[in-house]
């Protein structure tokens, strides 16, 4: 698969985790955001809640984040990649980048060390074949 239409899946991966985390905002619909941070944060053990309104307001920035994250790549594959094609490579990978650390360093700290072999494997997704240069064709 070519990188341009690699960034379809990247995008996906990212923005996918922006409506689950909206539907936290809202106690009658912050189940499926409730359950995906007690999967990440294993074992599956009902200790994660929503009730908290601080709890909901981070949930709805994060959906907002992880939406527009998303929608940017597809952005930056409609508008740029056919300009700058390592550029583009090159931007999202170090957001990739930093976002995994980031999330991992604290969630590490914050005791969900577990969220780290997840990170990675979304990670590995969102970057596919990104990890390296498209050779010309």
């Given at each position: 698969m070519?990188?341009?239409n690699?960034?379809?899946?990247?995008?996906?991966v990212?923005?996918?985790?922006?409506p689950?985390?909206f539907?936290?905002t809202m106690?009658a619909?912050?189940?499926?955001?409730?359950?995906?941070l007690?999967?990440l944060?294993?074992?599956?053990?009902?200790?994660?809640?929503?009730d908290?309104?601080?709890?909901r307001?981070?949930?709805?920035?994060?959906?907002?984040?992880l939406?527009?994250?998303?929608?940017?790549?597809?952005g930056?594959?409609?508008?740029?990649?056919d300009?700058?094609p390592?550029?583009?490579?090159?931007?999202?990978l170090?957001?990739?980048f930093?976002?995994?650390?980031?999330?991992s360093?604290?969630?590490y700290a914050?005791?969900?060390?577990s969220?780290?072999?997840?990170n990675?494997?979304?990670?590995?997704?969102?970057?596919g074949?990104?990890w390296k240069?498209?050779k010309?064709?």
């Amino acid at each position: 698969m070519s990188h341009k239409n690699y960034l379809i899946v990247t995008a996906i991966v990212i923005a996918s985790f922006g409506p689950v985390f909206f539907l936290g905002t809202m106690l009658a619909t912050s189940e499926p955001a409730r359950w995906t941070l007690d999967f990440l944060s294993w074992p599956l053990d009902g200790a994660q809640q929503y009730d908290a309104p601080t709890t909901r307001f981070l949930s709805a920035l994060t959906g907002g984040f992880l939406l527009g994250w998303g929608v940017m790549v597809l952005g930056l594959r409609r508008w740029v990649y056919d300009l700058a094609p390592e550029g583009t490579r090159k931007a999202i990978l170090a957001g990739l980048f930093a976002w995994f650390v980031l999330d991992s360093s604290g969630s590490y700290a914050s005791g969900n060390a577990s969220n780290v072999l997840f990170n990675l494997v979304v990670l590995l997704l969102a970057v596919g074949p990104l990890w390296k240069a498209e050779k010309p064709r």
